[in-house]
């Protein structure tokens, strides 16, 4: 397993994504093999893990469920993106937030099943919205880092991929847990990780709200 791509099981990757856990597992490991994505890691003992890339990639079919497009559909715009922007990722791909044609029209040779959704004009403002808070990698047009919530990053370069708070890098699950651990008390815990209260209030609400959409 290479370090710098993230890691994340399937319901860390589904609840990060905003999807439910059992899309996750059809995209990515679907009943036949002929409809399966390339994956960036092998299953062990039946065991996914998603890379960063993935993650995002899972936020983007959720997305695209929400408009009423069905799976075979979105593997087959997958197949078809990526063949044209050269990537395995391109759900990941910068080009997705402006090619409004690419997603619509599906292939070259003929369409995907469009719902009238996709074909509303605020079509790709939801699409930003799905993916606001995403930097891309200039070279690449990857995404290379995303800001999840106001303090709290998602940067696979860091920690594994796991949500981080913004100033000092810290897990904001170990900070949500030092918080509780010691009475909910702010100024203790950012003193302890020689952090800022903002940062800890920061991990805390992410964490609460994860917890919430769980």
Request: charge should be positive; hydrophobic fraction near 45%.
């Amino acid at each position: 397993m290479k370090l710098g791509k993230g890691v994340y099981d399937v319901a860390e990757a589904a609840r990060l994504a905003d999807v439910a856990p059992r899309l996750a597992r059809r995209w990515f490991a679907p009943a036949s093999r002929s409809n399966a994505v390339g994956r960036d890691y092998e299953s062990v003992d039946g065991h996914l893990a998603m890379s960063f890339l993935e993650l995002i990639e899972l936020r983007v079919v959720g997305w695209l469920r929400a408009q009423g497009v069905a799976l075979g559909d979105i593997r087959q715009l997958h197949v078809v993106l990526g063949k044209r922007w050269g990537t395995t990722h391109p759900f990941a791909h910068r080009r997705l937030l402006t090619e409004r044609r690419a997603i619509i029209d599906g292939s070259e040779n003929g369409r995907v099943g469009r719902p009238p959704a996709l074909a509303r004009p605020d079509a790709m403002a939801s699409l930003r919205r799905r993916l606001r808070g995403i930097a891309y990698d200039a070279d690449s047009n990857l995404a290379r880092r995303w800001c999840i919530a106001p303090g709290v990053v998602i940067d696979p370069q860091l920690r594994f991929g796991k949500p981080i708070v913004a100033h000092g890098g810290i897990s904001t699950l170990i900070l949500y847990r030092a918080y509780v651990a010691n009475r909910e008390d702010v100024a203790f815990v950012a003193r302890l990780f020689e952090t800022t209260p903002r940062a800890v209030r920061a991990a805390v609400q992410f964490e609460r709200d994860w917890a919430d959409a769980a």
